[in-house]
């Protein structure tokens, strides 16, 4: 009894970790702010529904920022400090991807951190960027930002299937490489469900034993003519996996960067793609 007990807190004790990490890094934070104010009331709420909806889907934290202004930074700096000052990002490592617009200067950003450098390499930026801007120019925001995060899904579910959104030629070798990471990361996420199930066989076990009081001598559980072993047999019970966290490179979505594509990252962690519109 006391080591079903003691197993149902540890349990309990490992779930209460996994949740506390797997919750974006600062709760409450929106998914879209328009500080510029682009949106109405009806579209802001849409697209803050569907970004959350994503982020949960995919444990990436997916963002949309507008502004009037940067406080004297540049664009893909001012985001940096908006991920920083407002504690953005998935989990403890802080996967995330965000559209960052400034109006005064007509400028965009789209600034990754975490397994946004693997899931959005600097092709898939751009190819992203080339969707929305047309209608950014002309004053659409709601269909710009909703472009943005349909593509945000759609790039998200490429990388989990290991098929990053990079540019056209990718060897074998980065292609292997990046089922690999989506491989990794999948177990990691799959790994929480099954403490889960642990946890709720060890509560029901422990339900069980409740109606059962307990007994100071053994000569309780023996029969009146003894013991009788009739049959043998072992049970599978489960099976304890470990799983190491994927590193951050250097370069990743295709395994290198160049020529033969992958993601620029600067020494923040942060990796970019910023221009007018």
Same mark, same amino acid.
């Not at 009037?68 to 989990?91: A, K, S, V």
């Not at 120019?137 to 909703?146: I, L, M, N, P, W």
């Given at each position: ?10 349990? +309990?004790?490992? @779930?209460?970790?996994?949740? @506390?990490? +797997? ?22 709420? #849409?697209?803050?529904?569907? +970004? ?8 990436? /934290? ?18 940096? &400090? ?15 991807? !965000? ?17 946004? *450098?693997?899931?959005?390499t600097d092709y898939g930026k751009?190819? !992203? ?7 950014? $120019?002309?004053?659409? &925001? ?14 998200? =579910? ?6 990053i959104i990079d540019v056209p /030629?990718?060897?074998?070798?980065? #292609? #292997? ?8 990361? *999948? ?7 099954? @403490?889960?199930? $642990?946890? @709720?066989?060890?509560?029901?076990? #422990? $339900? ?9 001598? +053994?000569?309780? &559980? ?6 009788? !072993?009739?049959?043998?047999?072992? &049970?599978?019970?489960? =099976?304890?996996?470990?799983? =190491? ?9 295709? /395994?290198? /960067?160049? $020529?033969?594509?992958?993601? =620029? ?13």
């Amino acid at each position: 009894m006391r080591q079903i007990r003691r197993f149902a807190l540890m349990a +309990a004790a490992l @779930l209460m970790f996994f949740f @506390l990490t +797997a919750v974006p890094a600062k709760a409450g934070s929106a998914n879209v702010e328009d500080n510029a104010g682009l949106l109405t009331q009806q579209e802001l709420q #849409k697209l803050q529904e569907k +970004a959350a909806e994503i982020s949960s889907k995919y444990e990436v /934290g997916v963002y949309i920022r507008t502004f009037r202004g940067m406080e004297g930074y540049g664009i893909e700096e001012y985001g940096d &400090y908006i991920f920083e000052r407002d504690h953005l990002g998935y989990g403890s490592d802080r996967h995330m991807i !965000m559209l960052v617009i400034d109006m005064d200067s007509s400028m965009y950003d789209i600034n990754a951190y975490g397994y946004g *450098n693997t899931a959005f390499t600097d092709y898939g930026k751009q190819q !992203m960027a080339d969707d929305f801007l047309d209608d950014l $120019s002309d004053g659409y &925001y709601y269909e710009a930002f909703d472009t943005f995060l349909d593509d945000c899904d759609y790039y998200l =579910t490429k990388a989990d299937e290991g098929e990053i959104i990079d540019v056209p /030629g990718q060897t074998e070798a980065e #292609k #292997k490489a990046a089922k690999e990471a989506a491989r990794k990361r *999948n177990l990691g996420i799959s790994g929480g469900t099954g @403490l889960l199930s $642990s946890l @709720l066989v060890c509560l029901g076990l #422990k $339900s069980r034993m409740k109606t059962t009081g307990r007994k100071t001598t +053994a000569g309780t &559980y023996i029969r009146e003519h003894g013991v009788h !072993m009739r049959h043998q047999a072992d &049970y599978y019970h489960g =099976t304890t996996r470990t799983v =190491t966290p994927l590193p951050r490179n250097n370069s990743s979505g295709g /395994g290198g /960067g160049g $020529s033969s594509g992958g993601t =620029t990252i600067s020494s923040s962690g942060h990796s970019h793609h910023s221009g007018h519109f």
